[in-house]
Nanobody, 122 residues
Framework: QVQLVESGGGLVQAGGSLRLSCAAS????????MGWFRQAPGKEREFVAA???????QLYADSVKGRFTISRDNTKNVNLQMNSLKIEDTAVYYC????????????????WGQGTQVTVSS
């Protein structure tokens, strides 16, 4: 069982930046493909970004390309740097992990964190 913990969420003005981090409790994430998803009120959880186990490949949703960057410290953390934030980026952001599949599909991730709230104000 992999327990994921997100941090770094908060309130920021439009145009600002936040950096989210995801860590695994009691273990490293070095062998896992990782992803970030988000869910706004009344909407389905959607893909944001993913990174493969060694950091060599990344995937991004069209809505965040050029603004968000996913990266990893192979021993502990996976990060999501969010720049030029927009009001529509407001959501709960979830970290996800899977040992086998590098994907943008939420069904392919076996482990999930509890989420961290990101609120972008005007």
């Amino acid at each position: 069982q992999v327990q994921l913990v997100e941090s770094g969420g908060g309130l920021v003005q439009a145009g600002g930046s936040l950096r989210l981090s995801c860590a695994a409790s009691g273990r490293t994430l070095s062998n896992y493909h990782m992803g970030w998803f988000r869910q706004a009120p009344g909407k389905e959880r959607e893909f944001v970004a993913a990174i493969n186990w060694n950091g060599g490949r990344q995937l991004y949703a069209d809505s965040v390309k050029g603004r968000f960057t996913i990266s990893r410290d192979n021993t502990k953390n996976v990060n999501l740097q969010m720049n030029s934030l927009k009001i529509e980026d407001t959501a709960v952001y979830y970290c996800a992990a899977d040992p086998n599949r590098f994907s943008m599909h939420r069904a392919n991730f076996a482990y999930w964190g509890q989420g961290t709230q990101v609120t972008v104000s005007s």
